[in-house]
């Protein structure tokens, strides 16, 4: 009888970098973390990867065939293979296929973490059986993959699907990426924090937000004081969820997806996040599109997605590649 195969998916942090094989059917069979070292070479990375990779495989290679590699990274480039000034890595540009099979010749395959999250909904998680549909990740920052007619919408040059950096406010709060009024400003965790702070100025209600610094400010927190009736922390997710909802509309105008579906840090607070966009995004939405498309919460637990998601692409290019 034939081994069942695995792909190795790994996802690279600007703190840590998580990495695992995983079958066919979306289970993770073993994984690891190791410390990124995100100021040092690549090179000394992908060094560590491949050891601990090796390490890990004899471990199940009785059982398993290794047939690939996914790689979920910061800026990744599907077309490239690699990355280029990632944020917080003082790395400038490497390719990451090259970076891997300079110690281990084996199929690679790159794209960016939010694209890695978009076709691990598809395989393993809330998209299954779809071939039109939108994940925002909503975390730090606020990514996006968009997967039309069954295939991840790349561009150009790769870096196709861009939502956190469409304006929802001109001249509005400055953005990580410099420009101003991205919705990655305020719809994420970064930016529901800036809209507590902004509204502790405007507003008189007592609120114990008030005693809490910036730095040890979280969506967590927010969402507790929420959920016990705190005005600013409800109001603060009111407008999250106005101009979170008024984007996804503007989203669907364009590629007419049958779900959009919220993954990451931000979706903690469910319905103090889900009802308030949902009804945003309705009003939004052309009458054509009113109450057809659904919006989901994340099938993928958010502790394993990130290998979840760049094992799939290494499943769903392998297949498409013919090389299964």
């Known amino acids: 009888m034939g081994k069942n195969k695995v792909t190795l998916g790994v996802d690279i942090g600007g703190t840590k970098t998580a990495f695992g094989f995983v079958d066919q059917s979306g289970k993770i069979i073993i994984e690891k973390t190791i410390p990124t070292n995100a100021k040092k070479s690549a090179s000394i990375l992908f060094r560590e990867l491949v050891k601990h990779t090796r390490e890990m495989?004899?471990?199940?290679?009785?059982?398993?065939?290794?047939?690939?590699?996914?790689?979920?990274?910061?800026?990744?480039?599907?077309?490239?293979?690699?990355?280029?000034?990632?944020?917080?890595?003082?790395?400038?540009?490497?390719?990451?296929?090259?970076?891997?099979?300079?110690?281990?010749?084996?199929?690679?395959?790159?794209?960016?973490?939010?694209?890695?999250?978009?076709?691990?909904?598809?395989?393993?998680?809330?998209?299954?059986?779809?071939?039109?549909?939108?994940?925002?990740?909503?975390?730090?920052?606020l990514g996006s993959g968009i997967v039309v007619n069954g295939e991840l919408v790349y561009g150009e040059d790769g870096f196709a699907g861009e939502l956190g950096h469409t304006c929802v406010e001109p001249n509005g709060r400055q953005c990580g990426c410099g420009n101003r009024g991205c919705l990655e400003a305020y719809a994420s965790v970064t930016g529901i924090r800036r809209t507590v702070y902004i509204l502790l100025g405007e507003m008189t209600a007592e609120s114990p937000l008030r005693q809490i610094a910036f730095d040890d400010l979280d969506a967590k927190v927010i969402s507790e004081l929420a959920r016990r009736g705190d005005p600013i922390a409800l109001k603060a997710f009111e407008i999250t969820a106005d101009f979170l909802g008024m984007s996804m509309a503007n989203a669907v105008a364009f590629s007419r997806p049958e779900a959009i579906i919220l993954f990451g840090g931000l979706t903690g607070a469910g319905e103090l996040l889900f009802t308030p966009t949902k009804k945003a995004f309705e009003k939004y939405l052309l009458d054509l599109f009113r109450g057809k498309v659904n919006v989901l919460q994340s099938g993928l637990e958010n502790s394993k997605a990130a290998i979840l998601g760049s094992a799939a692409l290494a499943w769903t290019e392998l297949e498409k590649k013919s090389l299964l």
């Open 57 to 141: 495989f004899s471990e199940i290679s009785d059982r398993y065939d290794f047939t690939g590699v996914g790689i979920g990274a910061p800026n990744g480039n599907y077309f490239t293979g690699s990355v280029v000034n990632p944020p917080n890595m003082n790395w400038g540009s490497v390719n990451l296929v090259e970076a891997f099979n300079k110690y281990m010749e084996i199929p690679v395959f790159v794209t960016n973490d939010a694209n890695a999250t978009a076709i691990g909904e598809m395989l393993f998680g809330a998209a299954r059986g779809m071939k039109n549909f939108i994940v925002l990740t909503l975390g730090t920052g």
